[in-house]
C-alpha cells in the first residue's frame, strides 16, 4: 500500500481548487526612476529594480510609493520571472511588476510567493531574444487553494506550508552560507599558498621570457563571424572562455590560451590563462600557447594568474596584451621536479576551490537542489480534471 506523502497528510482528503492569479490578485507596474533621481532623492525606502543581487534593491529614496505585503516580479529582462516577498515601505521601477492579494482571507502572501517560485519561470516568454513576463501572462498563472470552502482551514494549510518552507529556506541560508565562507577561507588560504609557492628572489632560479618558454601558435586561430559558424560540439574559445560551439576544430592537444583584449584584463573578473585540451577553436581574441609539459604548462598558467599584468597592457579604452608583450612577460624558471610539486599542490587547491563538480561548490549546488526537491514536493498538489484541460 503507498505511503502518503507529508502534503497529502496535510490535505487530510480535502479538494484543491485552481484559481487564476487575475481573480486572486490585483496587478500593477511601477515607475521609471533615473540613476540621477535616486541620488537627487536619497533616503531610507528602498526602490527595487530587475536586479537579483541585494534582494533586488538598487537605492534607496525619501519616499516611498507602497506600504504593507506584496509580491513583486522582474517583468523584463535576463531575470525575468524572478520573485520576491515584499514588506514595509518601499518602491519599485518600470521593470517590476507587484500583485496585492485581493482577499487575504483566502490566500498567504508567503504561500503564493513560495507558489510563484516554481511557476512563474514556465510562463516567460523569450521572443525577439528579450525575456518579459507581463501582466497579461502573470493574470494567467493559476493557484492552488487547498480547501477553499473552509477559508479557515484553508490558511491553516496555507501557513504549515510556509512555516515548513520558511525554515527550509533558514536552513539552507545557513549552510550555504557555512559553505560559502568556507570556500571563501579556501580561496583565501589557496591564494596565500599560490603567492608563496611562486615568489622567488632575484637571483634563487633562472628568470626567463615567456617567449622563451612556449611556442606561439597565435597565426593558426582564426575568428568566424557568428552568423557564420557551423553549429557542432567543438568549443568556440575567445578571450574570457567557451564563445560558442562548431562544427570544425583548428588545434587538438593540450594548450594554454592567455586574453588578448577585453576589459577583464584589468578587471580580473576570470582568469586572463586558462588551459584547454581536445579538439578546440580559438579566435583572434586569445593568445595560444604550447608548452612541453603539463607541469610547465600548469606552471605559466598559475604565474600569470597570480601576477599584475598592468605593465604589460596597452590602451586604456580597449585593454590589449598584445604578443610582443605578452612574450616579454618575465617568468621565475625552476628546475622540472619543483615545477611539478607546485603544480600539485595548487592543483589540489585548485580542484577543492574552483570545481563545480568537486569540493565546496559541489556542496553548494547540491543543498540548493535538496531545497528546491522539497519545496517542489511540497507543493505539488493534485490537479482537477478541469484544471488538466484548460
Known amino acids: ?92 521601477t518600470n521593470v517590476c511588476g507587484l500583485m496585492k492579494i485581493i482577499d487575504e482571507n483566502l490566500l498567504n502572501y508567503k504561500y503564493l510567493y513560495y507558489w510563484l517560485t516554481t511557476e512563474a519561470q514556465k510562463h516567460v516568454y523569450s521572443g525577439m531574444g528579450n525575456p518579459k513576463l ?19 482551514k484553508s490558511l491553516a494549510i496555507q501557513a504549515e506550508i510556509v512555516r515548513i518552507l520558511d525554515a527550509f529556506t533558514a536552513m539552507t541560508a545557513e549552510l550555504t552560507a557555512e559553505l560559502t565562507a568556507e570556500l571563501n577561507m579556501r580561496k583565501k588560504q589557496y591564494n596565500y599558498y599560490r603567492d608563496q609557492l611562486l615568489s622567488f628572489e632575484e637571483g634563487d632560479v633562472e628568470w626567463k621570457t615567456l617567449g622563451d618558454l612556449a611556442e606561439n601558435l597565435d ?100 585593454p590589449k596584451l598584445n604578443k610582443k608583450n605578452l612574450e616579454s612577460i618575465n617568468i621565475p624558471n625552476p628546475a622540472p621536479k619543483e615545477k611539478e610539486r607546485i603544480v600539485a599542490i595548487l592543483d589540489k587547491f585548485d580542484s577543492l576551490t574552483c570545481s563545480i563538480k568537486e569540493g565546496l561548490p559541489r556542496e553548494i549546488e547540491l543543498r540548493q537542489k535538496q531545497y528546491e526537491y522539497y519545496r517542489d514536493l511540497l507543493l505539488s498538489f493534485p490537479k482537477s480534471h478541469s484544471h488538466e484541460a484548460a
Not at 10 to 20: H, K, R, Y
Not at 55 to 75: A, K, P, Q, R, V
Not at 83 to 91: C, D, E, H, Q, V
Not at 134 to 152: A, F, G, R
Request: glycine share 10%; proline share 4%; with cysteine.
Open 1 to 92: 500500500m503507498r505511503q502518503l506523502n507529508y502534503l497529502e497528510k496535510l490535505l487530510e482528503g480535502v479538494g484543491t481548487e485552481w484559481q487564476a492569479l487575475s481573480d486572486l490578485v490585483t496587478l500593477r507596474r511601477g515607475r521609471v526612476m533615473s540613476k540621477g533621481f535616486l541620488s537627487e532623492n536619497t533616503g531610507i525606502f528602498p526602490v527595487y529594480s530587475s536586479q537579483t543581487a541585494n534582494d533586488g534593491m538598487i537605492g534607496s529614496i525619501d519616499t516611498y510609493d507602497f506600504d504593507g505585503e506584496y509580491i513583486s516580479w522582474t517583468t523584463d529582462g535576463a531575470n525575468a520571472g524572478t520573485i520576491f516577498y515584499r514588506k514595509g515601505k518601499f518602491s519599485i
Open 134 to 152: 507581463m501582466s497579461h501572462q502573470v493574470e494567467k498563472i493559476v493557484v492552488p487553494i487547498p480547501c477553499s470552502d473552509n477559508p479557515k
Open 219 to 318: 597565426s593558426k586561430r582564426k575568428p568566424i563571424t557568428s552568423g557564420l559558424r557551423e553549429a557542432g560540439e567543438i568549443p568556440y574559445y575567445g578571450a574570457s572562455g567557451i564563445v560558442d560551439y562548431v562544427k570544425d576544430y583548428i588545434f587538438d592537444g593540450d594548450y594554454l590560451l592567455v586574453s588578448e583584449d577585453g576589459a577583464n584584463l584589468l578587471a580580473r573578473n576570470t582568469p586572463i590563462a586558462f588551459s584547454i585540451s581536445g579538439k578546440t577553436w580559438v579566435n583572434n581574441h586569445a593568445h595560444v600557447l604550447k608548452f612541453e609539459t603539463y607541469a610547465e604548462r600548469k606552471y605559466v598558467e598559475y604565474y600569470l594568474n597570480s601576477i599584475d599584468l598592468t605593465p604589460y597592457i596597452s590602451g586604456a579604452a580597449q
